[in-house]
């Protein structure tokens, strides 16, 4: 079974990201949405985090999130794949199952 | 003796807003700049405090054109032009953030004193620096 998880707000101010890391399956996809694109961006204090889950899982993150923010392709950490909302679409439909973690 | 908070002869009262939140995904920093342009009708002494995931609302080249909202980050231009000028940002949520000073919007404001000289609005402060600059305060709003 390949689930897709979809996080939502910022590993900053809620444990959402972390817990939703610790708890998925390696292979399995990870996308940040609204807030939580924030913790894609580089050099910050949960990028190291993020940076080893990239060795066991797919983590994505939604490019218009991310440009309302004022962070482009070049601010992310390497690894994360940027989708727009239809590649939204097909990570819910290429994953048996979806888990948002609110 | 009088407290801080207890009107004296000069009725200025000291107002802080202080914003922790990141843009668009809540409605906490839209709103808060609401209160901050409607409280600059009132004349009183303003200022602003970006701390925690409140750095992100003067992160600049924000576009929204994708997610369908308003973007609101070029009002905080204008508040210069109200004589709010103060704008502290914590240098300790910035670096956890993997910002730096110049990630942010440039924001300044003429100053009537010194032959309408453009200066910055924008004071990088360290977290010790803000907890004084708060215990100074008459009123703060928290968002």
């Excluded at chain 1, 910022?10 to 990870?30: A, I």
């Excluded at chain 1, 923010?69 to 994360?80: E, H, K, P």
């Excluded at chain 2, 925690?52 to 609302?57: K, L, R, S, T």
Aim: glycine content about 6%; hydrophobic content about 40%; proline content about 2%.
């Amino acid at each position: 079974m390949s689930m897709l998880h979809i996080v939502n707000k910022s590993p900053f101010e809620r444990g959402t990201l972390d817990s939703c890391l610790k708890t998925s399956l390696d292979g399995s996809s990870v996308l940040l949405i609204e807030d939580a694109v924030v913790g894609a961006v580089k050099d910050s204090s949960c990028s190291d985090q993020i940076t080893a889950a990239i060795a066991s899982k797919k983590v994505f993150v939604l490019g218009p999130d991310l440009n309302a923010r004022g962070f482009t392709d070049a601010d992310i950490i390497d690894g994360i794949k940027t989708v727009d909302y239809s590649g939204f679409v097909d990570l819910t439909t290429e994953n048996d199952n979806v888990q948002s973690w609110l | 003796m009088m407290e801080a908070w207890e009107e004296g002869d000069n009725p200025m009262k000291k107002f802080m807003f202080v914003n922790r939140k990141a843009p668009y995904g809540t409605v906490y920093a839209l709103e808060s700049l609401e209160v901050v342009l409607i409280s600059a009708a009132f004349d009183q002494d303003v200022s602003l405090a970006f701390v925690d995931d409140g750095v992100y609302q003067l992160k600049k080249d924000q576009n929204t054109d994708g997610i369908g909202m308003k973007n609101f980050s070029p009002t905080y231009r204008a508040l210069g032009d109200y004589d709010i000028n103060k704008l502290f940002v914590e240098q300790e949520s910035l670096t956890e953030r993997g910002l730096k000073l110049e990630d942010l919007m440039a924001l300044t404001y003429e100053d009537e004193d010194d032959d309408w000289a453009e200066k910055t609005s924008i004071q990088v402060v360290t977290r010790a620096e803000l907890a004084d600059l708060m215990d100074q305060q008459h009123v703060i709003i928290s968002s």
